[in-house]
């Protein structure tokens, strides 16, 4: 083990420097897909929880409007 990261540790060290600045694009193309990917689990959360309100309260205010218009 200790073998093959000393094997990737002097293949980094060998990269040229295109190869570098490659490396540190993909890594902040991958850092801003998570960012995105996590604000639409946060988008869909908030969503999911409005609609789940907007249910309760029709739920819980047409019975009992109902129960008013009927009762006078």
Same mark, same amino acid.
């Given at each position: 083990?200790?073998?093959?990261?000393?094997?990737?540790?002097?293949?980094?060290?060998?990269?040229?420097?295109?190869?570098?600045? #490659? %490396?540190? +694009?993909?890594?902040?193309?991958?850092?801003?897909?998570?960012?995105?990917?996590? !604000?639409? &689990? #946060? %988008?869909? +959360?908030?969503?999911?929880?409005?609609?789940?309100?907007?249910?309760?309260?029709? !739920?819980? &205010?047409?019975?009992?409007?109902?129960?008013?218009?009927?009762?006078?």
């Amino acid at each position: 083990m200790a073998q093959k990261n000393k094997q990737s540790n002097k293949q980094i060290k060998n990269l040229t420097r295109a190869e570098k600045a #490659e %490396r540190v +694009k993909a890594a902040q193309e991958r850092e801003r897909r998570e960012r995105e990917r996590r !604000a639409r &689990g #946060e %988008r869909t +959360k908030k969503i999911f929880t409005v609609v789940v309100c907007v249910i309760l309260i029709l !739920a819980l &205010g047409i019975p009992t409007m109902a129960l008013t218009v009927l009762s006078q």
